[in-house]
């Protein structure tokens, strides 16, 4: 639903505040300063006008609306709810306004109570507040793109027609509601002799517990299975009825195995039922469909790619060998009669077998031997290989290697590049958190300490506790620079010892989730990857940002990173969403919170008595507790006397990074050179000879740094074969 309201937003011709450090509160075109319910009932022309900052437009009447949008969420069924939409003059002449009016409606259920049936106007300064009423009658499907439009006709030279758009679903009281993802699965192809597996994810998005009675196959033209879930063993799914908690959903695994089962090729079709206490579908079907293949005749496989090539060789003496591995893919015994090479060939690539031919080789396993080079003469020499077998196609093999005069080589290696992590802090600034906002600025040099010894490529952000719209700066980067790096300690530090001073400091919100959520969603990531020197250079609703159009927190989330998120609070979140709710978000974002991909720690109150210290005191916090315990992070009391332990794990990141290098060719040992990016590296290395292979100490003076090159000298050993 995001990006459909962005494409709003974009239609209605709506500028947001700039996305710079700099950013003014100057509004152009249809402002918007609100996008929550705006309370209490119909004003006169009063001062409050003004009360959101935006600019007055002498000359002309200028229409400015709050909320830009109206989000009824979701409201029961034969109830009603009312939001209410602001309409200021925030012009220099009168503002006058023609009857509003609902435009294209797919409900009947949306109207305006108490919207005036004649013109009516409203001086400079002055403003009206218009009630529109959803109460849903009947029941209809959850839509994610508005039920209806607020239409208003103005003077405004501007903006003389603008459709507000309203949104809102409708549902049973006290009513589970089962959506079952994918509704059909296609397992695919499936091997014959193989097997294919498959998910189906339960999801209740009821408002009251969904209680699952069975979930089996029926009807089915093969043995599709439900496998049994790990966290109810032994039996096939959780033991008897189980229940899903509203936003909550379970996965369920199946599967189709033709090695269990005599199965002849083609398709196959079957229905997994799910029966539940779902009063509007108490039984839902997700039809499965597989085909098996046909059997694979006699298909004995070469799978070591061709051509295999030698490094150079010296002349007289033998390369490393090579194996080589043949797959035997088909139904049936597969007999290696003969290998030979092309006519000439076997001095110089000379092969050793396990043992004497034939050799058989099983349906589905593999068999190896070896070639090696002994090159005579200083150019390339090349081979063909041939592997002959009862019943099967022959497979060929491609040679090659070059002999030198000379018994230097010299290899390059590539180090991976830094991984990436993003690491968005969420912090209370209420004058409450002074002695911990002073704690935190002091430790976190034990943060960027961690960072930089993880080698890692990092965005630093921090935004405050507060997704009140009313507030510019909400879930909005409020450093300078806006996304900060290694380099930006004391940047950081400065922000968050300030963070009283900062605007909306005083705002009693405590939700800490949300403005995550804000922070890390569209519009405020969204980056158009378009130059521009003004705001006026780039498309509604973004703004010029260090040279881009995109906005407020644009360029700090990057779709490969890592993302990390710290909360720091004396009060436990206070968001309107559930706390799954948040963790799917990170899902949806990152990927599953069991994988490194999204972590998130916490210094919040103690649970579950909160804790104390002299001049800090912080309240339970059992949302912000879940969620980290629900991605693996770690959380700390904010009453302890030191952060660095917290700070520390924050910035570890555990990274891959080469600290073996396997050699082309046997080295002499006592000729190896070493140079990162071309300068010799002496000590903290070691030469394996078992793996033929380099190998670095991770934590000595010539552990390869990300990105780096790995050069490597040495004297070729002179083997007999």
């Given at each position: 639903?995001v990006?459909l309201?962005?494409?709003?937003?974009?239609?209605?011709a709506?500028?947001?505040?700039?996305?710079?450090d700099d950013?003014g509160s100057?509004?152009?075109?249809l402002?918007v300063?609100?996008?929550?319910?705006?309370?209490?009932?119909a004003?006169?022309?009063?001062?409050?006008?003004?009360?959101a900052?935006v600019?007055?437009?002498?000359?002309?009447p200028?229409l400015?609306l709050?909320?830009i949008?109206?989000?009824f969420e979701?409201?029961?069924?034969g109830?009603?709810?009312v939001?209410?939409?602001?309409?200021?003059?925030?012009?220099?002449l009168?503002?006058?306004?023609?009857?509003?009016?609902?435009?294209?409606?797919?409900?009947?259920?949306v109207?305006?109570?108490d919207a005036?049936d004649?013109l009516?106007?409203?001086?400079?300064g002055?403003?009206?507040?218009?009630?529109?009423?959803?109460a849903?009658a009947?029941?209809?499907p959850?839509r994610?793109?508005?039920?209806?439009?607020v239409?208003?006709t103005?003077?405004d030279?501007?903006?003389?027609q603008?459709d507000v758009?309203?949104?809102?679903?409708?549902?049973e009281?006290t009513?589970?509601?089962l959506?079952?993802?994918?509704?059909t699965l296609?397992?695919g192809?499936?091997?014959?002799?193989?097997?294919?597996?498959?998910?189906v994810?339960?999801?209740?998005?009821?408002?009251?517990d969904?209680?699952?009675t069975?979930?089996a196959?029926?009807?089915?033209?093969?043995?599709?299975?439900?496998l049994a879930d790990?966290?109810?063993?032994?039996t096939?799914?959780?033991?008897?009825?189980f229940?899903?908690?509203p936003?909550?959903?379970?996965?369920?695994?199946?599967?189709?195995d033709?090695?269990?089962?005599?199965?002849d090729?083609?398709?196959?079709?079957?229905?997994?039922?799910?029966?539940?206490?779902?009063?509007?579908e108490p039984k839902k079907g997700?039809p499965?469909?597989a085909?098996?293949?046909l059997?694979?005749?006699?298909?004995?496989?070469?799978t070591?790619p061709?051509?295999?090539?030698?490094?150079?060789?010296?002349?007289?003496?033998h390369a490393?060998?090579?194996?080589i591995r043949?797959?035997?893919?088909?139904?049936?015994l597969?007999?290696?009669?003969?290998?030979?090479?092309k006519?000439?060939?076997?001095?110089i690539f000379?092969?050793?077998l396990p043992?004497?031919?034939?050799?058989?080789?099983?349906?589905?396993?593999?068999?190896?031997?070896?070639?090696?080079?002994a090159?005579?003469i200083d150019?390339?020499?090349?081979?063909?290989l041939t592997?002959?077998?009862t019943?099967?196609?022959?497979?060929?093999l491609?040679?090659?290697?070059?002999g030198t005069?000379t018994?230097?080589?010299?290899?390059?290696f590539?180090q991976?590049?830094?991984?990436?992590?993003?690491?968005?802090?969420v912090?209370?600034?209420?004058?409450?958190?002074?002695p911990?906002?002073?704690?935190?600025?002091?430790?976190?040099?034990a943060?960027?300490?961690?960072l930089?010894?993880?080698?890692?490529?990092?965005?630093?952000g921090?935004?405050a506790?507060d997704?009140d719209p009313?507030?510019?700066?909400?879930?909005t980067?409020l450093t300078?620079?806006r996304?900060?790096?290694l380099?930006?300690?004391?940047?950081?530090?400065?922000?968050?010892?300030?963070?009283?001073?900062?605007?909306?400091?005083a705002?009693e919100?405590?939700?800490?989730?949300?403005?995550m959520?804000q922070?890390l969603s569209?519009?405020k990531v969204?980056d158009?990857g378009?130059?521009?020197?003004?705001d006026?250079?780039?498309?509604l609703p973004?703004?010029?940002?260090d040279?881009?159009?995109?906005?407020t927190?644009?360029?700090?989330?990057?779709?490969e990173?890592a993302?990390r998120?710290?909360?720091?609070s004396d009060?436990?979140?206070a968001?309107?969403?559930?706390?799954p709710e948040?963790?799917?978000?990170l899902?949806?974002?990152?990927?599953?919170?069991s994988?490194?991909?999204?972590?998130?720690?916490?210094?919040?109150?103690?649970?579950?008595g909160?804790?104390?210290?002299e001049?800090?005191?912080?309240?339970?916090?059992?949302?912000?507790?879940a969620?980290?315990e629900?991605?693996g992070?770690?959380?700390?009391s904010?009453c302890?006397?030191?952060?660095r332990?917290?700070?520390?794990?924050?910035g570890?990141?555990?990274?891959?990074f080469h600290?073996?290098?396997?050699?082309a060719?046997?080295?002499?040992?006592?000729?190896?050179?070493?140079?990162?990016?071309?300068v010799?590296?002496?000590?903290g290395?070691?030469?394996?000879?078992?793996?033929?292979a380099?190998?670095?100490?991770?934590?000595?003076p010539?552990?390869p740094?990300?990105?780096?090159t790995?050069g490597?000298?040495?004297?070729r050993?002179?083997?007999g074969g």
């Amino acid at each position: 639903m995001v990006a459909l309201r962005l494409l709003l937003v974009a239609a209605l011709a709506v500028r947001v505040a700039a996305c710079s450090d700099d950013a003014g509160s100057g509004l152009a075109g249809l402002d918007v300063t609100s996008t929550r319910d705006v309370a209490g009932e119909a004003d006169s022309g009063e001062a409050d006008a003004f009360d959101a900052g935006v600019d007055v437009h002498p000359g002309k009447p200028h229409l400015v609306l709050e909320p830009i949008e109206i989000d009824f969420e979701w409201v029961l069924l034969g109830e009603t709810a009312v939001r209410q939409l602001k309409l200021t003059n925030a012009g220099g002449l009168t503002l006058t306004v023609q009857p509003p009016t609902i435009v294209f409606a797919t409900t009947p259920f949306v109207d305006l109570p108490d919207a005036p049936d004649d013109l009516f106007t409203i001086v400079p300064g002055g403003n009206v507040r218009l009630k529109v009423r959803f109460a849903p009658a009947a029941l209809f499907p959850p839509r994610n793109d508005p039920i209806a439009f607020v239409r208003l006709t103005t003077n405004d030279p501007d903006t003389p027609q603008v459709d507000v758009p309203v949104f809102g679903r409708t549902t049973e009281a006290t009513s589970p509601d089962l959506r079952v993802e994918p509704s059909t699965l296609d397992l695919g192809t499936i091997p014959y002799g193989g097997s294919a597996y498959g998910k189906v994810t339960l999801w209740n998005q009821g408002e009251r517990d969904l209680n699952i009675t069975a979930v089996a196959f029926e009807a089915s033209e093969a043995a599709f299975e439900v496998l049994a879930d790990p966290a109810f063993p032994p039996t096939l799914v959780p033991p008897g009825p189980f229940a899903l908690p509203p936003g909550g959903h379970h996965a369920v695994d199946v599967r189709l195995d033709t090695a269990t089962q005599i199965l002849d090729p083609g398709a196959y079709t079957g229905a997994l039922a799910i029966e539940s206490d779902d009063p509007n579908e108490p039984k839902k079907g997700v039809p499965v469909t597989a085909l098996v293949a046909l059997p694979i005749p006699c298909q004995l496989m070469l799978t070591t790619p061709s051509p295999v090539e030698f490094d150079a060789t010296t002349i007289g003496c033998h390369a490393l060998r090579r194996t080589i591995r043949l797959e035997n893919r088909g139904d049936d015994l597969a007999r290696v009669e003969e290998i030979r090479l092309k006519q000439g060939c076997a001095p110089i690539f000379p092969f050793y077998l396990p043992s004497a031919l034939p050799a058989d080789v099983p349906a589905g396993s593999s068999w190896t031997f070896e070639v090696g080079f002994a090159p005579v003469i200083d150019e390339v020499s090349t081979c063909l290989l041939t592997v002959r077998s009862t019943g099967c196609a022959d497979q060929f093999l491609g040679l090659a290697g070059t002999g030198t005069v000379t018994s230097t080589s010299v290899e390059t290696f590539q180090q991976r590049p830094a991984p990436q992590v993003d690491v968005l802090l969420v912090v209370d600034g209420s004058a409450s958190m002074l002695p911990a906002l002073a704690r935190l600025a002091d430790d976190l040099p034990a943060l960027f300490e961690a960072l930089t010894d993880s080698k890692v490529d990092a965005h630093l952000g921090l935004v405050a506790e507060d997704a009140d719209p009313a507030c510019p700066q909400a879930a909005t980067l409020l450093t300078t620079p806006r996304v900060l790096g290694l380099a930006d300690a004391g940047a950081l530090a400065a922000a968050v010892a300030g963070m009283a001073l900062a605007p909306c400091a005083a705002s009693e919100a405590e939700d800490g989730l949300e403005a995550m959520r804000q922070a890390l969603s569209h519009p405020k990531v969204t980056d158009l990857g378009i130059g521009c020197a003004t705001d006026g250079d780039c498309p509604l609703p973004y703004a010029c940002v260090d040279g881009g159009c995109g906005g407020t927190n644009c360029r700090f989330l990057r779709p490969e990173a890592a993302l990390r998120v710290l909360f720091v609070s004396d009060d436990d979140d206070a968001s309107e969403g559930s706390v799954p709710e948040y963790v799917a978000f990170l899902e949806a974002l990152k990927g599953p919170v069991s994988t490194d991909r999204v972590d998130v720690f916490s210094l919040v109150g103690d649970v579950p008595g909160g804790c104390h210290t002299e001049g800090l005191e912080a309240a339970p916090a059992p949302r912000y507790t879940a969620v980290v315990e629900a991605t693996g992070g770690a959380t700390a009391s904010l009453c302890s006397s030191d952060y660095r332990g917290t700070l520390a794990a924050l910035g570890t990141v555990l990274a891959p990074f080469h600290t073996v290098f396997v050699l082309a060719a046997e080295p002499e040992p006592e000729t190896l050179q070493v140079s990162l990016d071309g300068v010799s590296c002496v000590g903290g290395w070691w030469y394996d000879a078992f793996s033929n292979a380099l190998v670095f100490d991770p934590h000595g003076p010539c552990m390869p740094p990300p990105a780096s090159t790995v050069g490597v000298q040495y004297e070729r050993l002179c083997t007999g074969g």
